[in-house]
């Protein structure tokens, strides 16, 4: 990870992979696997600027 993507913990813990997927719907996963080859690996904090 380059440091300009890092961001300062807050202190909240993110929650487990697991609880991640639960909250995504069945058929939006089912896409994001179909369209772009993407699944769900880790949990991870992002800086909002790096967001487009």
Known sequence: MRDEDVIPDDGTELPPLETVEKRIPEKTRVLMEELFR???????????KKIK
């Open 38 to 48: 993407a699944k769900l690996n880790k949990v991870q904090r992002v800086n909002p």
